[in-house]
């Protein structure tokens, strides 16, 4: 089974323009995950989709949306980039989201620079 | 709120050596799992090990185990036996809902041949 795919892998951006990334998870997982990562950093939590429902979202600006669709596919969008906004996004899935019983399993993310 | 703190920025050892990566977290919560996640330079985060906080027997994957502290909210990786594919950038995460994981800031170990 192919793991979870993102797009695109490397992204360049100038400050004030728009974003989208997009992530295909694993097969059977309903649940999308996306968390920043900032070059030296841990991965912190953006937003949890499960079942086409918003059931988390992280300390991040209204710049920052998410969607998940039918299919389980999911996009991030940022808008009116910032410098700060520099990272290495990742998707992750989960079979359903539920504690600790499916961890969370990661793609292999998307750079973005914002210039 | 949780958090998860990895004290060893940077670690090394030497190829078929053991290796200790620390981490230790805060929570008020008592149903919880842990983590440790490998990222490699392909950026790709892969699940090492799990733990359930209410398992007092510690999580072991071949060469993989932890050291789960309950009480004193620690949780280290045990790495035997180490080889060159091992290194990569080491994360500690918790997790209590199921919808939101807290990761620490890593560790990078280097595996010396």
């Known amino acids: 089974d192919a793991g979870v795919t993102q797009s695109p892998t490397h992204l360049i951006k100038t400050r004030g323009q728009h974003v989208t990334l997009r992530c295909s998870p694993i097969?059977?997982?309903?649940?999308v995950s996306w968390y920043q990562q900032v070059l030296g950093q841990g991965p912190q939590f953006i937003f949890q989709?499960?079942?086409?429902?918003?059931?988390g979202r992280g300390n991040f600006p209204d710049r920052f949306s998410a969607r998940q669709f039918p299919n389980y596919s999911s996009e991030l969008n940022v808008n009116a980039l910032l410098l700060g906004d520099s990272a290495l996004y990742l998707c992750?899935?989960?079979?359903?989201?539920?504690?600790?019983?499916?961890?969370?399993?990661f793609g292999n993310g998307t750079r973005l620079t914002v210039t | 709120a949780q958090t998860v703190t990895q004290s060893q920025p940077e670690m090394s050892v030497q190829e078929a050596e053991t290796v200790t990566l620390s981490c230790t977290y805060d929570?008020?919560?008592?149903?919880?799992?842990l983590f440790w996640y490998k990222q490699p330079p392909s950026r790709q985060m892969i699940l090492v090990i799990r733990?359930?906080?209410?398992?007092?027997q510690n999580a072991t994957e071949n060469r993989f185990s932890v050291n789960f502290q309950k009480a004193a909210k620690s949780f280290s990786l045990k790495i035997s036996d180490s080889q060159l594919g091992d290194t990569a950038m080491y994360f500690c995460?918790?997790?209590?809902?199921?919808?939101?994981?807290?990761f620490g800031t890593g560790t990078s170990l280097t595996v010396i041949p």
């Open positions: 733990q359930e906080a209410y398992k007092q």
């Open positions: 992750a899935s989960s079979l359903d989201g539920g504690i600790g019983n499916s961890p969370l399993h």
């Open positions: 995460a918790f997790d209590n809902t199921g919808n939101q994981f807290y």
């Open positions: 929570t008020s919560e008592n149903n919880y799992y």
């Open positions: 097969s059977g997982h309903k649940s």
């Open positions: 989709y499960y079942e086409k429902e918003e059931r």
